[in-house]
């Protein structure tokens, strides 16, 4: 059954080389803004609750954040041996920097957002993901990531999350090997980066620029957790980390399964699950 959508009812993301698209049932459009880095939307929608959307792209409803934001920060943070410095890049919603705060043994945790726009509407618009914004460990900061790591002194960081739009516009300079190797150096000994890396289905090619990037960096080992995520391209999501100096350690798993987060997602079953790679990744990464 085709059916043509009122755009006055339904907000519409298309990814253009894609041929797919995917649409939410609107019940009103809460705000719209050009921040001077990009355009921001955010709606109430009738099933998934409200949704933040940049330059056309969703960035999170209420519904479903859970699974990126536990994603993006659990299986990283336990598979370092002890995090206590981190960094994001981007994440101005505050989901992510809710979920590395979870952690007792995290004792900074910075997240450098290029607009602020971001960070003011997730206030207002998510309050529940900005409920750790308050934790002395907790520093906001809005500026350009690509140059924050450029200027970060050696050894600054355990573990740097890259949680950026996807590789356009202001996002796209945080998928290059320049990036990574300023993330590396900026990364202490047995440092982690774990970057979203976009859909195992529709991105391959990104995937694998991605590896080859990382590898050209420095980073000698590098995995990629796959997990669901309904409002992205494809409902099915990537996070790719590598480690500094080493082989990934094995995950914390004692560690992850007595922690009590309190998560909806993560659990340290979730977290070996999302390590297995399917026979057609594997293939697409290493093909000639
Ligand atoms: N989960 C979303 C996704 O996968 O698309 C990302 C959410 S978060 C809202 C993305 C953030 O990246 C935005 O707030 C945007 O401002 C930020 N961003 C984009 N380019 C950036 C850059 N060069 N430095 C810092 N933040 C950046």
Redesign the pocket.
């Known amino acids: 059954m085709s059916l043509t959508l009122d755009p006055k009812a339904w907000f519409s993301e298309s990814l253009m080389d894609t041929g797919i698209a995917f649409s939410l049932k609107t019940v009103k459009k809460l705000h719209e803004e050009q921040s001077p880095?990009?355009f921001i939307e955010i709606y109430e929608t009738e099933t998934f609750g409200t949704l933040?959307v940049?330059d056309g792209?969703i960035?999170?409803s209420d519904r479903d954040n859970f699974l990126?934001h536990e994603m993006m920060s659990h299986p990283v943070l336990f598979t370092h041996a002890n995090p206590k410095r981190v960094l994001i890049?981007?994440?101005?919603?505050c989901g992510t920097l809710r979920e590395v705060l979870k952690h007792p043994g995290v004792e900074k945790a910075q997240q450098?957002?290029?607009?602020e726009r971001?960070t003011r509407l997730a206030e207002k618009y998510f309050p529940e993901l900005c409920d750790a914004n308050g934790d002395p460990r907790a520093e906001l900061h809005f500026?350009?990531?690509?140059k924050w790591v450029k200027e970060a002194a050696d050894g600054s960081y355990d573990v740097i999350i890259i949680?950026?739009?996807?590789p356009v516009?202001?996002?796209e300079?945080?998928f290059t090997k320049a990036f990574y190797k300023d993330c590396f150096r900026s990364l202490a000994a047995g440092g982690y980066i774990v970057q979203?890396s976009e859909s195992p289905l529709l991105h391959m090619h990104l995937i694998r620029d991605i590896y080859h990037a990382l590898d050209d960096a420095g980073f000698r080992d590098i995995a990629t957790l796959n997990f669901p995520q309904c409002v992205?391209p494809s409902g099915w999501w990537s996070a790719t980390m590598a480690c500094k100096d080493g082989p990934i350690a094995k995950f914390r798993r004692e560690d992850a399964a007595k922690a009590d987060l309190k998560t909806h997602y993560y659990t340290a079953d979730i977290h070996q699950g999302a390590l297995a790679i399917p026979p057609f990744f594997k293939q697409a990464l290493y093909k000639d």
Do not use: C, E, K, N
């Open positions: 880095f990009q933040m940049i792209a960035m999170l990126y890049i981007g994440g101005g919603d450098v957002d290029i607009d971001v500026a350009d990531g690509i949680d950026s739009t996807d516009g202001p996002a300079g945080l979203q992205y």
